[in-house]
C-alpha cells in the first residue's frame, strides 16, 4: 500500500518561501504521477502542480512563476518550491499520487492522498 508524507509546512511572512517535501513510501509500479494541491479556508482543493515520472509538469495560473514542482525518483520523492508567497497562498496543502501519467493535470484523476501540511503566510 501505498503511503505518503508531507513535511515542510509553516508559518512565513508574505514574500517569504519554503520548501515542502513529499515521501513515497510502499509503491510497486515505476510510471506515476505526483501532484500538489492547496485546500485555502472556505474554498474547495485545488491542483497546484504535477509532475510524471517522464518530467512533464503543469501548474495552476495561480502559481506558475512562483511555484516550481521537482521530483527525485530514485528517493520517490517529489518537492514544491514556493516563492514569492502571498496570503492567499495560505491553506493546508495536500501531496498526491496516481498510477501512469494519464491526464496527470486533471485533479480528480488522483487516488492516492497524504494528510496534508499547513502552510499560512503572514501579511
Known amino acids: 500500500q501505498v503511503q505518503l508524507l508531507e513535511s515542510g509546512g509553516g508559518l512565513v511572512q508574505a514574500g517569504g518561501s519554503l520548501r515542502l517535501s513529499c515521501a513515497a513510501s510502499?509503491?510497486?509500479?515505476?510510471?506515476?504521477?505526483m501532484a500538489w494541491f492547496r485546500q485555502a479556508p472556505g474554498k474547495q482543493r485545488e491542483l497546484l502542480a504535477a509532475?510524471?515520472?517522464?518530467?512533464?509538469?503543469t501548474y495552476a495560473d495561480s502559481v506558475k512563476g512562483r511555484f516550481t514542482i521537482s521530483s527525485d525518483n530514485a528517493k520517490n520523492t517529489v518537492y514544491l518550491q514556493m516563492n514569492s508567497l502571498k496570503s492567499e497562498d495560505t491553506g493546508v496543502y495536500y501531496c498526491?499520487?496516481?498510477?501512469?501519467?494519464?491526464?496527470?493535470?486533471?485533479?480528480?484523476?488522483?487516488?492516492?492522498w497524504g494528510q496534508g501540511t499547513q502552510v499560512t503566510v503572514s501579511s
Open positions: 509532475v510524471t515520472t517522464g518530467g512533464s509538469t
Open positions: 510502499g509503491r510497486t509500479y515505476s510510471a506515476y504521477a
Open positions: 498526491a499520487s496516481k498510477r501512469g501519467s494519464l491526464a496527470f493535470y486533471q485533479g480528480e484523476s488522483y487516488d492516492l
